[in-house]
């Protein structure tokens, strides 16, 4: 598979670092035995479970749960968590429903999504809806599910100053056999690198303008710039 084209890549990136996100304000793979990388995802989630029961679903339907011209807010996250439920509705994406369940969340924004309709199609759509039909047309509900799966890390919630902390840490997501390895880039600058499944595209960037939403609850999230990738799409 070609590589992502640069613009939108830097576009997306300078989006989202230009534009604070609509919501006010992570087993192993790699070289590392089994256990080593239980061991560290131990030491990146180590700290007490907030007792806050306000799920993530809650947050990302605060807006209204419409399509808007905003890129960079979690709409289609947000739809396209609705949509596989809707289809699916004992999906363990429900997981984001359940406020007392406690876990990580890496949500792209909505020029995420953007971004990787145009390299799964070879088209730029200029709409959020226009967007969504093209990626649920493109990759169907079982794989938008295993890709939403994959932006969710089970267990107690970690913060961003655990994240950067964590360097090298492999996070295992809700999708089985499917890890996310932390790569710091700088602690300073509270640049974070996820290095997904697909070896062959860009991996995304935890936004610093979007970290610890809804913190103080057993869900968390941060902001990404791109779309994890379990595999090669």
Do not use: C
């Amino acid at each position: 598979m070609k590589k992502r084209h640069l613009v939108p890549v830097v576009a997306a990136l300078a989006g989202a670092l230009a534009v604070p996100a609509a919501v006010a304000a992570p087993a192993a793979s790699g070289t590392s035995s089994a256990a080593s990388a239980s061991r560290t995802q131990a030491s990146a989630v180590a700290a007490a479970t907030p007792i806050g029961t306000r799920s993530l679903a809650d947050v990302l339907l605060a807006d209204g749960n419409q399509f808007d011209g905003n890129w960079y807010d979690y709409d289609i996250v947000t739809e396209a968590v609705l949509a596989v439920l809707a289809a699916k509705p004992d999906s363990p994406v429900r997981l984001l429903t359940q406020g007392d369940v406690p876990l990580t969340a890496f949500i792209p924004n909505d020029r995420a999504f953007q971004v990787l309709a145009a390299d799964l199609t070879g088209r730029w759509y200029g709409s959020e809806t226009k967007v969504f039909s093209a990626l649920a047309g493109a990759v169907g509900i079982d794989a938008l599910e295993r890709v939403l799966l994959y932006h969710v890390v089970p267990g107690a919630p970690v913060t961003s100053s655990q994240a950067l902390r964590s360097d090298g840490a492999v996070l295992a997501t809700a999708l089985p056999g499917k890890s996310i390895k932390v790569d710091v880039l700088s602690r300073w600058l509270k640049l974070v690198r996820l290095v997904d499944g697909d070896r062959n595209d860009a991996d995304p960037l935890l936004n610093p303008r979007a970290l610890d939403i809804n913190k103080g609850n057993r869900q968390i999230a941060h902001g990404i710039v791109l779309v994890l990738r379990p595999a090669d799409l």
